[in-house]
């Protein structure tokens, strides 16, 4: 039995035994439980069967009635923070979304892939026909489209609270400590329920032996709400590779966001996460310029296809001192990403730069996309570049690959071999063409 204590084991044992908490409490009273527990403190297990498995193993051996209305805090979090980060939602708009408002798709007439879309609330620069802001906001004209995660995190909501509500609404979150308060949880709870939910993975992780996966301490304070859209604009102009699972859903916002002219999107012109998105693109672009230049002001060479564009563009693109974006940043950010051939993409993952032209591109880039299909970079591409930093990370990764094969079983070792083959044959190729910038240019 329970530490009989307050009223969640109250509740657990009526839940139990078809007793009413009354008759419990009475029970318990009478029959002096509460010493009893106390001594010998137990579980409340819940009879919910336990699915989640960490390095192959359940997680936790029961839930424990104890434990749920934190375990449910922290599921609403983890669901938001997905909301947030993999949509490129302003947190208000987050915040205003309600059940239902993702329905699964109708099939595509022509069996293409029909994507789920967000219809909800905006808020920023709503007016009425005198040009006063609307605090209500009004529905967005064009949807969001969601990715799987983001379904999940809605579906996962969904199921907190009744239809047609909000999916934060602070009434249906309160769990165990209650909360009649109307509308979504603030954006100060939210914070605070981030930074509670950052210190329980910590814990878990610790409990689970896996302290190489605690989160670090932020230098930057706490994780406010507005920071995960920067964040998603940062990680899609700049990491391409990453962890597979990311860089996939990383993958598909880029595609997303980029389809402008041929889709929903467009609609929106350069407003919102677009112009954040602009900003992250030109300031890695910029930072990607910058070190071709230094490379080659310290002797390296160059090599690739595309070598000769690349350096013209590096010796013309403006280096951008510290991180303060003002305002009026975004529009020069556009105007730069706009013309074809001079933008260079740093691609760690696949040892080059991209010097992206998109006629050339053999990633095919939807049409209209200013920027490539990074996670799906093939060799033999014309916007192709590389210096010998490149050749020298090729023959590492390759040395690395060999000393995975030599403890992996015959087929996997093979593959790796091969693979560390090819990159060394690509190495070899940049040393054999490759030339001083003066004699490129
Ligand atoms: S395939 Fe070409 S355009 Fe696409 S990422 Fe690779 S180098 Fe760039």
């Not at 406010?224 to 964040?231: A, D, I, K, Q």
Request: glycine share 8%.
């Amino acid at each position: 039995m329970s530490r009989i204590k307050g009223q969640g084991p109250t509740t657990y044992i009526a839940a139990r035994t078809g007793a009413n908490r009354g008759q419990v409490s009475r029970f318990v009273k009478q029959h002096g439980l509460a010493e009893v527990a106390a001594a010998r403190p137990g579980p409340c297990p819940l009879s919910v069967p336990v699915s989640g498995k960490i390095n192959g193993r359940s997680w936790r051996e029961h839930l424990d009635f104890n434990e749920s209305a934190e375990l449910m805090r922290h599921l609403g979090t983890a669901a938001t923070i997905i909301l947030l980060y993999l949509t490129g939602m302003r947190p208000q708009e987050v915040q205003g979304l309600r059940s239902g408002c993702c329905p699964d798709p109708e099939p595509a007439a022509d069996g293409a892939e029909a994507r789920h879309l967000i219809r909800s609330h905006h808020y920023k620069n709503v007016t009425d026909d005198d040009g006063n802001h609307i605090s209500a906001g009004e529905v967005r004209k064009v949807p969001w489209v969601a990715i799987t995660p983001v379904v999940h995190a809605i579906r996962v909501l969904e199921r907190m609270v009744p239809e047609g509500e909000l999916l934060l609404g602070a009434a249906h979150h309160g769990f165990r400590c209650g909360n009649s308060n109307a509308g979504a949880l603030k954006s100060d709870t939210l914070t605070l329920r981030i930074e509670s939910f950052v210190n329980w993975v910590n814990r878990e992780a610790k409990a689970q032996s896996l302290s190489g996966q605690t989160i670090p301490d932020d230098p930057h304070g706490a994780i406010g709400l507005s920071r995960f859209r920067r964040s998603l604009a940062w990680h899609v102009a700049r990491r391409p590779g990453g962890l597979i699972a990311l860089a996939i859903q990383y993958g598909h916002m880029r595609t997303l966001l980029d389809a402008r002219t041929s889709s929903g999107y467009g609609a929106r012109r350069r407003h919102g996460i677009h112009a954040v998105l602009d900003v992250e693109t030109a300031l890695a672009a910029a930072d990607t310029a910058a070190r071709l230049r230094d490379s080659v002001a310290a002797g390296e060479k160059v090599s690739g296809p595309a070598a000769r564009r690349a350096l013209t563009a590096a010796a013309h693109v403006p280096r951008f001192e510290g991180r303060i974006v003002p305002r009026t940043f975004a529009r020069k950010a556009a105007a730069f990403l706009a013309p074809d051939g001079i933008v260079l993409y740093d691609n760690p993952d696949a040892f080059l730069i991209c010097a992206f032209k998109h006629d050339n591109a053999l990633c095919e880039p939807e049409p209209g996309a200013t920027a490539p299909w990074q996670y799906d970079c093939r060799p033999g591409c014309g916007n192709t570049v590389r210096t010998d930093t490149h050749a020298r990370q090729l023959r590492e990764r390759a040395d690395k690959l060999d000393q995975l094969a030599a403890h992996a079983p015959g087929p996997v070792s093979k593959r790796l071999r091969a693979n560390a083959s090819r990159l060394r044959e690509t190495a070899d190729t940049h040393d054999n063409t490759a030339h001083p910038a003066e004699a490129r240019t």
